[in-house]
């Protein structure tokens, strides 16, 4: 059974509301984020139907680096939209991978669904491909998001429950564990008895 883990060692997803009249984007930059996509893609791609949203913080820090938003929640076709952002400079490095994995993974702990997607403006949805060796691309709609006065093509990728179970859910595991259980665990595993032997 998989558990709607909202951080790491070094990230968390803090639950966000933002005041009435301020858009989640206003609230990232206000936090200091000045690379965010254009609020026009932003809100087409991130706020639109939410059923939670987060920002990302650093733990070391306490410093605001991201945000990630579940939309267009479907619960009778059994999938739902997720979206999240790093800051890169701010995130550090991995800090992107992990909130990649919080999100998938609190998304299918949280509601009975079989795949999540993700839209995206960006032609590669690289930090996907890098975790998991694979492409997970859906399709591609033509010029279907206006951004800053041109059309953009957006691109889904989607990633399913057998996939996340079998590949996803131990990965991050490990990155909520403390060193000690990490330790502990391997421990235990090593001084297990094969089946059918004696201790």
């Not at 709607?4 to 930059?29: Q, S």
């Not at 999540?116 to 033509?142: G, R, S, V």
């Amino acid at each position: 059974m998989l558990f709607p883990h909202t951080k790491t060692r070094r990230t968390l997803l803090r639950h966000a509301n933002p005041p009435e009249g301020v858009t989640a984007h206003d609230l990232l930059l206000k936090a200091g984020l000045n690379d965010l996509p254009s609020a026009e893609v932003f809100a087409a791609l991130y706020t639109k139907e939410v059923s939670a949203q987060f920002t990302v913080e650093r733990q070391d820090t306490d410093q605001v680096v991201g945000y990630v938003s579940f939309h267009h929640l479907d619960l009778s076709g059994r999938h739902v939209r997720a979206s999240f952002y790093t800051d890169p400079t701010a995130a550090g490095t991995g800090v992107g991978a992990e909130v990649m994995l919080l999100t998938i993974n609190y998304a299918f702990a949280m509601w009975n669904v079989r795949k999540i997607y993700f839209w995206t403006a960006e032609p590669d949805f690289q930090i996907l491909h890098t975790t998991f060796d694979t492409d997970h691309k859906e399709a591609t709609l033509p010029e279907h998001l206006y951004d800053r006065g041109e059309l953009r093509d957006v691109h889904i990728y989607a990633v399913y429950r057998e996939f996340w179970e079998e590949h996803g859910a131990d990965l991050l595991n490990k990155l909520v564990q403390t060193p000690l259980e990490r330790r502990n665990a391997a421990s235990t595993d090593s001084t297990e008895t094969p089946s059918g032997e004696n201790s």
